[in-house]
Every structure is written in C-alpha cells, then in structure tokens.
C-alpha cells in the first residue's frame, strides 16, 4: 500500500516513448515469471562431472589421517582431493577479502563445523555424494571456542596456530572518534543512559545456494568460470593471482543470481575447488551446494555484542556517544570491506544526529564458526550501527521521559549543516530530516497512536509504538580511501549505440534480483532519448563488460549509475556534434529535447537519435575530427558516498498470554535521492522491511556449547513468509545526492538497516508497563515471555 502521492510519470515503455525515470515493470521478469531465467545450475556442459565437498563434523579437531581409498574405488568417481594433494600445488589455502587466509581443504585443524575437508569429482552428483560417505577421517577433537567472550580468556584454546607467532583468538583492534573529548561530554553531561546489545548471527539465506561450472580448456589455457557471483571483475582478478592464471585466459560468468544478499561477495572454497577438478580431470565439473551447506560454511552476518551508551542534558540534547564492541568473525577473517575498515562501515554509529563527540573500541576475535562477517544487507556493517544508535537514542527517551519523535527531532543535523562531517569523519553529502520525520509520523497518525496505546494500557493490552531514524553511507567509494585487496572501488561502464537506434550499455555491476536490466537502461533512456525496451543491459560477463568491484554495500546506483548517466553523457556530446554536421547549423545551436536535436527557435528542424546513430554508421560525411560510430566508455571514480536517510515507524502487538509480536503496521519513509524506478524501489523497501522482521523476530544462527551449528536448515533458521509480515506503507522525500551526477544515492539495504531497531523499540515500548528497557533479538515467544517475567536467556 503505497499511501503518499506521487509526481512522477507513470507511463509504459511499449508506447515506446523516449523515456527515462518512473515506473516501468521489469524488462527481466518475462523470463523469470515463465521460469526461464538461466542460473549456475542450468549450466550443462558436455561430459561435465559433478563435485561434493566433505565438511568436518565438529567444530574444533585435528586432522589425524585421511583414508580416500575406499571413495576412490566407489563407482563413477574420478578423483578425490584432499588438503594435502592442494597443498603440494600451493593451494591449501587462499587469501580472504580481508587479508587474512582461508583454507581452501584443511590440511592441519579443521576450525569450524561445516569446513571443508575433502572434495570427490564423479560422474553425477548421486556419486559424489555417495562417496563421500566412504571417506575415513580420524579426528582429534578439540575443545572449541563458541562464545566471543571466551575467545580472549588466557586459557582459551588456540584457534588459528596456523598464523606465525599468533598466540591468542584476537583477530584485530580498530577505534574511532575521539576517545579524550567523548569521555569529556559524558563528565559533564546531565544523564548518562548505557545499554548492553547483541545483535546476533544471521544469514542471508538466499533462495538460490553459491555454486560454480569451472571449465577449463588445457588447450587454450582458458579457464570459464560460471559462478554465483556479486563481483565478477574482483574474483576474477583474484584467482588470477592466486592460480596464478593471468587475468585474460580467466571468464567469469555470472548469469542469472537467485539473491545474493552480501552472501555472493566472498570467494568460497568450493569456487577454487571446483576449478582445482576441472583443471585436474580436464573436464567441465559443477559444484552446487545444498541449503545445509549454504547455512553453515557461508558467508553469515552480524554477531556482534556491543555495549553502547549516551550522554545528554536533561532537556534532551544528546552530547555523545560512545560503545564497545566485541566483533566475533568466525575461525577466518573473510569479512569484504575495503581494506581501511575491517569493522566496515559501523563508524557511522553517531547516526543521523549533531552530537559533540563520539568515541568507538572495538575488539575483533576468531571463533569456530563460520568466517563471514559483512553480508545480508547489511551496508558494510551500517546495520549494526544504525540498531545500536537506535536503541540507546530509545533508552534515553526512556531515562528523560520524553517521547521519542521528539528527542530525535530535538537532535537531528540540520539541512543547512550538509555538507556534515561526523564526529568520526564521515562527511554525510546530503539530507532533509525533519520532513522525512514528520511525514513518517503523519502517516502513520502517530499522535493517534500514541492515544491508542494509553487506552489500550489501561485495560492491560500489550501494544507498543517504535521510531527508527538511519542514515547509510552507500556507494563505496572513493578510490583514495577505499580498495579491496588493493582494487579501487571505481567502475566502468560503455555504451553502444547501433545504426538503427538501439543501444547496448554494458555494466562491472551484477544484478542478483535488483531488476538491473530495467533501471540501468532508464539511466542511459533518460539522457539519450532511446526508449528503455530498446536498450539492452549487459552484465555478469568479465569477457564481454568493463572492469569494476561489483554489487554489494548498495554501491550499484551510486556508482555504476553515475558511469552509465555519464557514458550516455559523452555519447549524447558526439550526438551533437554529429547532428550540427546533419542540420548544418553551429553547435551551440542546438537544443536536446529527450531523443532530439533541434535548431534553436526552430523545432521543427530536428533529428532524432535514431537518425544520428544511423549517420554514425551510415555514408555521408561526418563533422571534422568525428570517428565513425556512437559509443563511449567510462571509469567512474566517486568523489563521496551517498548518505541516503529513512524513518520507519512499527506497531506492534503482543499477545499477553503467548508472548507473541505480531507487526500490525510499519510506515517506512525513504529518501534516496532521485529515484529511478518507484515501482523498483518499492520492491526493495519491501524485501529488506521483510528481512527485517526476521532479524528482529525469529533469525539467528546459534550454536550449542560443542559448537554445532543449530540452524542449518530452514526448520530451524526461520525465515519469514507473508504471513507474518504487515502490507507496508510507504512513502518518500527526495534529497538529491550533491555530487552524484544524476542526485541518486542508493537504496537497496536501507530497508534492512532501518527496520530491526523499529521492530525492536516497538516490542520494547509494548513491555514498557513491566519495567523492560531492552530485550535482544530474535523477540521470539520465549524470549518476549522472559522478559515479561524480568528475566534474560543468555544469547
Ligand atoms: N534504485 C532506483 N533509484 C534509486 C536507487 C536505486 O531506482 N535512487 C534501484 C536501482 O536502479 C536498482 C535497485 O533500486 O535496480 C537497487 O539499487 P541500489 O540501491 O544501487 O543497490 P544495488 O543495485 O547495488 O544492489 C545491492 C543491494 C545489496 S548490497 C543487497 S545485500 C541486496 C539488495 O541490493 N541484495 C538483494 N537488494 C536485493 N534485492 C534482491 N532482489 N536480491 C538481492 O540479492
Ligand atoms: Cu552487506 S550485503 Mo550487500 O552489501 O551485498
């Protein structure tokens, strides 16, 4: 339900218009809706061979042995490796996204359950699985280190000897802020209000699992990599260094992605594996995994315990903020964030806020879980950020007796402050808070709410009222201070325009359900006039598109939008200059009208585009200096990230006797700058306010004291469905990006961020009448049940 108006063009691309931005149904979904998209696992090669990985059993053991002789003989097996066989080649292990390594197959220790051991190449997938039954390992087993406060124990077991000289769990510091003048504000301040928070493992879950199809030809040296994959370009440059294959003999394809969610950013083992086979058996060898394996050996998310607390006068003006944060990042450090900030984005905890000062600690550890660490939507680690801010700004409310819409309102940077830089140095681009505010609570009848609650209270009922407030920073990023494994996080873009008009823009970013067949071609659409059906989009493909580091942190739009507003831009300056030549007039004679140059004062002397591209291509002269054609390239280096802001307010609902939330409305606010797609973006808000209710309600990814793994599978790992979520309310304001060519910021996380702490204070603000000011996710029945009864499960 989309309840505020909207001024934008509604229109449909067959009238075949020039058009641009609004809402436009995705020019991908025919596919998809008939099933017909074409993901990894459609891939079938000749005489391809099919790949299964053994994954160790408990957490934390020594490897003893490892007997393959029985798998090997086991019928329709063509090979079994084990981390022994890689590491004669040099390949036991590899580099993560964040400098630390990973084993590729273990060789001394398997650290987590769920690691892979061994991997068996058969001639089906029934094969290979059946046979890694038949392989005998013997186990030391280990005690194993599950809790992150028990990583740091002196006494703790030792969980990466593999590292020269490591003699402890610690994995790395970082701080922020300014740690002298933060604890000068909480000196002098009037309330001082701390809160202890967890925000637990979870993953993103998504729908299709990561797999690969390596094909190598020992012919031509080419190795073609079908993978699930959200960056192509970088993991294509980086099985180059590692495989030592140079970079033009490698293909990575990335076809059609079912989710991805920060979940196909990482380099998995079983990618190198599967290229180890092909490269082994000289054949074609597909790896799939299976839901179980995706749960527990990916990518997860979160599982950080922070401590956070806030200073303020006693009329409401916060001063500072200040946590520490225990970070757990599993048994490797694959977390993928540029390399400056192995905490990634959290810097951004001071939150939407002008604050005097602000200081953050935070402590790092291996664990025996799985690596991971920056994933399910998470915007570089924003989301731990934004709950945390969220959550004390609602504690404060709480100590000051002061609703929270007024306290954030009483609090919040104003328009005239951006450019804004953080008190630990963001410089937020742009932004227009209240607005975004007060139309949140309009919508939501907020003082009605608030009316509601009291009578509700008064005859005992459980109904609570929860405001969360974000501002992201998306769009990763300038080149000076952000790289990954030593790549500047620039992307190219290049258009094509063909002699009859149609065009082909070809992109280093890779949809994984974003629909960016639909939105790129509106981009390059609105500046040059040729209708969006007319356009086709490119990506996935590092043969056949520009380099550039790929889709995550909602970098897309800030970014590769920027280079494909831009490309259009330089095509549509040679466009001109080629329709002077035709309509013999000067240059600066010439007005753009979408799809057209005409004579100035003179509209109806014009061509079109479609008549300019065919002149490019066609006979005829061509103004002096002007190359044949109608296409242009572009790397695209951001000056800034985009700040893109939300309001989001929950109601909630609690059955007093089960204990359980039921989400009865959820307003969500967004402000993403020009909007592209509403239709798009709707769809976006909709899925991460999904996500959201199962971060704050049901997800987590727990582990029992040997270090098990109890969510591996979708019975256990709740996800929810359409049950138990509300029809959304949404709406807008529109704070153009300063520096973004066309004022875009983006806004595919911004749902998942803002709504876990709204859900939050919303079942927080309904257990108020017992006395509770924090409860930690997920707020299933039994934990909402305890915290009715004044007790807390431990995490
Ligand atoms: N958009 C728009 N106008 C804007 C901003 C964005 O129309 N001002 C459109 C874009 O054109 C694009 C979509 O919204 O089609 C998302 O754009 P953007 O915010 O730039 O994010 P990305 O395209 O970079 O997508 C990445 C982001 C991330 S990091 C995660 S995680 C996530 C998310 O997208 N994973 C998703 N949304 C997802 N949606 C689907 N269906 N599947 C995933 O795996
Ligand atoms: Cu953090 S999940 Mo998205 O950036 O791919």
Request: hydrophobic share 40%; net charge negative.
């Amino acid at each position: 339900m989309t309840t505020v108006h909207e001024r934008v063009d509604t229109f449909h691309d067959n009238d075949q218009k020039p058009v641009g931005y609004g809402r436009m149904l995705r020019k991908e979904d025919p596919r998809f809706l008939r099933g017909r998209g074409r993901y990894v696992d459609d891939v079938q090669l000749p005489g391809m061979l099919h790949l299964a990985i053994l994954r160790a059993p408990v957490a934390h053991a020594r490897i003893v042995s490892i007997d393959t002789s029985a798998a090997e003989a086991s019928p329709g097996v063509r090979a079994v490796v084990t981390g022994a066989m890689l590491a004669q080649q040099g390949l036991a292990w590899m580099p993560t996204l964040s400098n630390d390594v990973q084993a590729v197959l273990a060789t001394d220790k398997v650290r987590f359950q769920g690691q892979e051991v061994a991997f068996v190449v058969a001639d089906d997938r029934y094969a290979a699985r059946d046979a890694l039954e038949l392989i005998d390992v013997e186990y030391d087993v280990l005690d194993p280190v599950i809790d992150a406060r028990r990583a740091l124990e002196p006494d703790a077991p030792l969980i990466r000897d593999d590292l020269e000289g490591k003699a402890n769990n610690h994995c790395f510091d970082w701080e922020t802020g300014d740690e002298a003048a933060t604890e000068a504000v909480f000196a002098r301040a009037d309330v001082v209000v701390s809160q202890d928070l967890v925000y637990p493992r979870v993953h993103p879950a998504p729908m299709e699992t990561c797999g690969a199809v390596a094909d190598f030809d020992a012919v031509d040296g080419k190795l073609r990599l079908w993978s699930t994959t959200q960056a192509p370009h970088a993991h294509r440059t980086l099985y180059a260094i590692v495989a030592g294959i140079p970079e033009h003999k490698i293909q990575v394809i990335s076809p059609d992605i079912g989710g991805g969610f920060g979940n196909k950013v990482p380099i998995y083992p079983g990618y190198v594996c599967a290229i180890v086979a092909s490269i082994v058996t000289g054949k074609p060898v597909k790896w799939m995994e299976d839901r179980s394996e995706n749960l527990i050996s990916t990518g997860f998310a979160r599982d950080y315990i922070m401590r956070g607390e806030i200073a303020a006068t006693r009329d409401g003006r916060i001063l500072g903020i200040r946590t520490n944060v225990l970070a757990d990042h599993g048994a490797f450090n694959g977390t993928a964030a540029p390399v400056k900030y192995p905490a990634g984005f959290f810097g951004v905890f001071t939150g939407s806020y002008d604050i005097e000062a602000a200081y953050c600690r935070m402590t790092a550890v291996y664990t025996n879980k799985a690596p991971g660490g920056v994933a399910y939507a998470c915007s570089f680690r924003i989301t731990e950020a934004v709950y945390l801010v969220e959550r004390i700004v609602d504690c404060l409310a709480d100590e000051l007796g002061m609703d929270p819409a007024e306290l954030r309102l009483k609090n919040f940077i104003q328009p005239e402050q951006f450019p804004y830089t953080t008190k630990t140095g963001w410089v937020y681009d742009s932004g227009n808070y209240e607005p975004t505010m007060r139309l949140a609570m309009d919508m939501a009848g907020y003082a009605e709410l608030r009316r509601e609650q009291e009578e509700k209270r008064a005859r005992g009922e459980l109904m609570g009222i929860g405001i969360a407030f974000f501002t992201e920073a998306v769009g990763a990023g300038p080149r000076k201070n952000m790289d990954i494994l030593g790549l500047g996080m620039a992307d190219g873009c290049e258009l094509r325009v063909h002699p009859t008009g149609k065009a082909v823009v070809r992109l280093s970013v890779q949809s994984q359900g974003q629909g960016h067949e639909t939105t790129f071609a509106q981009i390059v659409a609105e500046e040059i006039g040729i209708p969006p059906s007319d356009i086709e989009v490119l990506h996935g493909d590092t043969d056949n598109t520009p380099f550039g580091l790929g889709t995550y942190g909602s970098r897309s739009t800030p970014v590769s939008g920027a280079a494909a507003a831009l490309v259009a831009r330089k095509v549509r300056d040679k466009a001109r200059i080629i329709a002077s030549g035709m309509l013999e007039v000067s240059v600066a004679d010439l007005e753009w009208e979408k799809g057209a140059f005409h004579v100035k004062g003179d509209p109806g002397t014009s061509v079109t585009i479609q008549d300019i591209a065919m002149r490019a291509h066609g006979a005829g002269d061509l103004p002096e200096g002007i190359e044949g054609g109608l296409e242009a390239q572009i790397c695209y280096n951001p000056s800034n990230l985009t700040y893109p802001h939300g309001a989001y307010i929950c109601v909630v609902d609690i059955d007093p006797g089960t204990a359980q939330v039921k989400v009865r409305r959820f307003i969500a606010v967004d402000d993403c700058g020009t909007r592209i797609n509403p239709m798009i973006i709707e769809g976006q808000v909709h899925g991460g306010l999904t996500d959201g209710v199962g971060m704050a309600l049901m997800e987590m990814i727990a582990f029992d004291e040997d270090g098990n793994c109890l969510g591996a599978s979708l019975m256990d790992y709740l996800i929810p469905t359409s049950l138990e979520v509300p029809d959304w309310e949404t709406g807008f304001t529109v704070t153009p990006s300063p520096h973004h060519p066309i004022g875009a910021k983006g806004v595919g996380e911004s749902a998942t961020v803002g709504s876990p702490p709204a859900i939050v204070n919303a079942v927080v603000d309904a257990l108020k009448p017992f006395g509770v000011r924090h409860a930690d996710m997920p707020l299933t029945p039994s934990r909402v049940w305890d915290a009715m009864r004044g007790q807390a499960r431990p995490p």
